[in-house]
């Protein structure tokens, strides 16, 4: 197995107290495999795909990567995890502003010191963007900055690949195009992909369906 969630737990305090959000959630994701993660809004999709890619840490439970868990990581190391092991999809795109789009698709690969200028350029033909790399990401649609996104995410070519409703900020059919071009260099990578989305129809493209509900999967 690439991840073993097991029996995680994790709540927020907030301003009317405890709130707890997840509850024993336990599942597991092989290498190249697809599976879609949805639930109500408020469910704890993103919560759990932040503690999956180590930008939280649960209260109760183990996150395991290739065998190792990553919530007993000191911070140096969650960084070094969080940088190597998982690219990050976000509805809200999150590119850098002051870099181009060349320089938007190297950096994680960068950071991470190992940079494939081939593979990059390969990605961008791929993606559509090869006529935009020196354009800021202001000067992009929404679909072209999502595009660049999952490129940035790949361009390490990580085992894992989360992404928190990818397509939920482009119209439908530019969604559904983004989504193909995920899928296909995810089969190609062999890289498993862990999805949020609250559209059954997008669920039902990939192999499996997580469901969760008063912090429980179904
Ligand atoms: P989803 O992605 O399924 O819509 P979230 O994981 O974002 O759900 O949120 C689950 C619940 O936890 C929501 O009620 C949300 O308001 C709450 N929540 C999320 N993050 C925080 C936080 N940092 N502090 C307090 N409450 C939070
Ligand atoms: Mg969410």
């Known amino acids: 197995m690439l991840l073993e969630v097991k029996d995680v737990g994790k709540a927020y305090a907030t301003s009317e107290g405890h709130l707890q959000v997840l509850r024993g959630v336990s599942f597991a994701v092989d290498r190249a495999e697809c599976v879609a993660l949805t639930g109500e809004s408020g469910s704890g999709k993103s919560t759990l795909l932040h503690l999956v890619g180590g930008l939280d840490r649960p209260d109760a439970g183990a996150v395991l990567f290739e065998g190792r868990d990553i919530t ?62 020196t354009r800021y990401p202001e000067q992009l649609s929404g679909g072209q900055q999502q595009r660049v996104a999952i490129g940035r995410a790949l361009a390490l070519k990580p085992p894992l690949i989360l992404a928190d409703e990818p397509t939920g900020n482009l119209d439908e059919a530019t969604g559904d195009q983004v989504l193909d ?22 669920a039902a493209r990939l192999g499996r369906r997580l469901h969760l509900s008063a912090g429980r999967l179904a």
């Open 72 to 133: 007993k990581l000191g911070e140096a190391e969650l960084a070094a995890y969080r940088r190597s092991s998982v690219g990050l999809v976000f509805q809200q795109f999150n590119l850098i502003p002051s870099l181009d789009v060349a320089a938007n698709l190297a950096f994680q690969a960068r950071l991470a010191g190992r940079h494939d200028a081939a593979w990059c350029a390969q990605l961008a033909e791929r993606l559509g963007l090869s006529a935009l790399l």
């Open 181 to 202: 071009l995920m899928l296909a260099l995810q089969a190609e990578t062999g890289a498993a992909l862990l999805m949020v989305t609250h559209s059954t129809r997008l």
